[in-house]
C-alpha cells in the first residue's frame, strides 16, 4: 500500500500553504495584472533594452514632430549632445526595432 502522507518540504511548495505577497514594480502595482509580455525580474536585460528602446524613440520622435536641433532636443531631455548622436547612430544600425507605441508608454514612463 502506497502511503499518502506529504512531507513537509512538498507541503511548502503547495500553492494554497505558500503565503505569496503580490507588491508588482514600477510598470504594474501587481504582477498578475502586468502589461509585460515577460517580467522584468525574470530578464533584467530584457527590460533595460526595451526601456532605452522607448527613450531612444520617444526622443527621435520628439526630434523629427518638433524639428529640434540636436542642442534644443539635448536640452529638453536633460541628456547631453553626446548621447542624442548615440542615440541616432543606435536607431540607424538598430533596423529591426519591434516595439509598439504601448511598450514605448510602458517602457518610458
Known sequence: MVSM???KPELDSIPEFYHYEDTGCEV???CLKCPLPQCKYDDPTWYQKNRRIAK????LSAMKNE????EQTADKFSVTVRTIFRIMRRCR???EVNISQDEIQ???A
Open 5 to 7: 502522507i506529504i512531507s
Open 28 to 30: 504594474s502595482s501587481s
Open 56 to 59: 531612444d524613440l520617444k526622443i
Open 67 to 70: 524639428n529640434l536641433t540636436v
Open 93 to 95: 544600425e538598430d533596423v
Open 106 to 108: 510602458l517602457f518610458a
